[in-house]
């Protein structure tokens, strides 16, 4: 928003700014908060924890080469905790205690997770792995939740 002003303070106004600048509220947490975001965003979350607490049976992991397996296993380390820190702030933004806003720090590691559940769903529809199958739990579910994840990825990017 710009303030617009005559000078003499009578008159000042809010308006839209037209200018390209950014506005001050995150739109994604809009989608989060307002329009039920945060289900298929926790649900991503979760999924791409149990990802990284099983990436050593992944068979991603055990094509690639002997070097990278334990970098990725350290990562995944690192970033759990991570995970869990972003899953507190959610429940603390719909319970009111923070404002959606200050999730939009979290906006990559939520884009990871919906993007990491999106392709686990169509590795498991195309290559039909166990580990996936068991990952996604209910495969036909998981399907379902495709067009919403993909329109939680486009809603929570920070514009």
């Not at 000042?12 to 289900?39: H, Q, R, T």
């Not at 603390?92 to 720090?105: C, F, R, T, V």
């Not at 919906?114 to 290559?127: R, V």
């Amino acid at each position: 928003m710009i303030m617009e002003s005559c000078g003499d303070g009578k008159c000042d106004a809010s308006v839209p700014d037209l200018n390209g600048n950014k506005p001050d509220a995150w739109m994604g947490g809009i989608f989060l908060k307002d329009e039920g975001g945060y289900e298929i965003v926790l649900k991503s979350l979760s999924h791409y924890k149990k990802r990284l607490q099983t990436i050593g049976s992944s068979p991603e992991l055990k094509d690639a080469a002997a070097m990278f397996a334990p970098v990725l296993q350290q990562q995944a380390v690192k970033t759990i905790p991570k995970i869990d820190e972003t899953v507190s702030k959610i429940k603390d933004a719909l319970s009111g205690a923070i404002s959606a806003g200050s999730l939009a720090e979290d906006v990559p590691l939520m884009q990871k997770a919906l993007e990491c559940y999106q392709s686990d769903i169509d590795k498991a529809e195309t290559t039909g792995h166990e580990y996936f199958l068991k990952l996604l739990g209910d495969l036909p579910t998981a399907k379902n939740d495709l067009p919403i994840v993909t329109q939680a990825i486009e809603k929570i990017k920070d514009n």
